[in-house]
């Protein structure tokens, strides 16, 4: 406890683990939205590098403790291309978020969380289940480009869900599976950047608690309620946070 004191005071440590929760629980209703939420709140805390390196590594470790949920529920052969068009694009990314000053990062996620939210908004799933792999790849490398720079994969994805799995269960397990899947991919590619430092990993042994209950939370009430309430709350909370940090970016 020490340690992490010298790295942000009681306060911060406390937003760090309240984010921490909040995105959990979101991303185990819905599917998506731990980054769009942890993302913000944690660049306005820390380096670029040390808000990306601690996003990624919390959904890496609250997606592995509830494989369950999404393991072998997704279709497979929309994921595949999608998957490898991320590899592409998250490779480009790190190179971007490694030329960015904080101000930079504040700036470019708070316009693109607010332009993926409001997309988000108006898109509805459609009874078309099948599109091109060309398009699904893709979608892939934007949201590579995306999880490279800035450890928010979800925006393209989170349309492309909506607008082709016709089923919340499925668009859910989707999403979750490739969150999983590109986040190993930015932490893999973080770590050769040598942009991993030790302090995401201190303030991952106070978050990831945090994390995990929140995770259990959503889980409980996605099972009690189903996936369609949470749309209003999670686009309101989205849109909040871009317009938060596109004012930090410009200041």
Do not use: C
């Given at each position: 406890m020490e340690s992490l004191l010298t790295l942000l005071s009681p306060l911060q440590l406390i937003a760090v683990g309240g984010t921490a929760l909040a995105a959990a629980l979101l991303r185990a209703f819905t599917g998506f939205g731990f980054a769009m939420i942890a993302v913000p709140v944690f660049s306005l805390l820390l380096m670029?590098?040390?808000?990306?390196?601690?996003?990624?590594?919390?959904?890496?470790?609250?997606?592995?403790?509830?494989?369950?949920?999404?393991?072998g529920k997704f279709p497979v052969d929309q994921f595949t291309p999608m998957i490898l068009g991320s590899l592409a694009g998250t490779a480009?990314?790190?190179?971007?978020?490694?030329?960015?000053?904080?101000?930079?990062?504040?700036?470019?996620?708070?316009?693109?969380?607010?332009?993926?939210?409001?997309?988000t908004a108006l898109v509805r799933?459609?009874?078309?289940?099948?599109?091109?792999?060309?398009?699904?790849?893709?979608?892939?490398?934007?949201?590579?480009?995306?999880?490279?720079?800035?450890?928010?994969?979800?925006?393209?994805?989170?349309?492309?869900?909506?607008?082709?799995?016709?089923?919340?269960?499925?668009?859910?397990?989707?999403l979750m599976a490739f969150f999983f899947a590109s986040n190993i991919l930015a932490v893999v590619m973080f770590t050769v950047a040598d942009m991993v430092t030790a302090t995401p990993l201190l303030l991952?042994?106070?978050a990831f608690p945090m994390s995990f209950i929140g995770d259990q939370l959503?889980?409980?009430a996605f099972h009690r309620f189903g996936?369609?309430?949470?749309?209003?709350?999670?686009?309101?909370?989205?849109?909040?946070?871009?317009?938060?940090?596109?004012?930090?970016?410009?200041?």
């Open positions: 670029p590098n040390e808000a990306v390196v601690l996003a990624a590594t919390l959904t890496i470790a609250v997606s592995s403790t509830s494989y369950k949920e999404w393991w480009v990314g790190v190179y971007l978020l490694s030329g960015m000053s904080r101000s930079e990062f504040q700036l470019w996620i708070g316009v693109s969380v607010i332009v993926a939210t409001l997309a799933p459609s009874n078309k289940v099948s599109v091109p792999k060309s398009v699904t790849a893709g979608t892939g490398i934007a949201s590579g480009l995306m999880n490279g720079a800035f450890a928010i994969p979800g925006p393209p994805v989170v349309v492309y869900a909506m607008a082709v799995i016709t089923d919340p269960g499925a668009a859910r397990a989707f991952l042994l106070l959503g889980h409980r996936g369609s309430t949470y749309r209003p709350v999670a686009l309101v909370v989205a849109l909040v946070l871009g317009g938060w940090n596109t004012y930090a970016g410009l200041q």
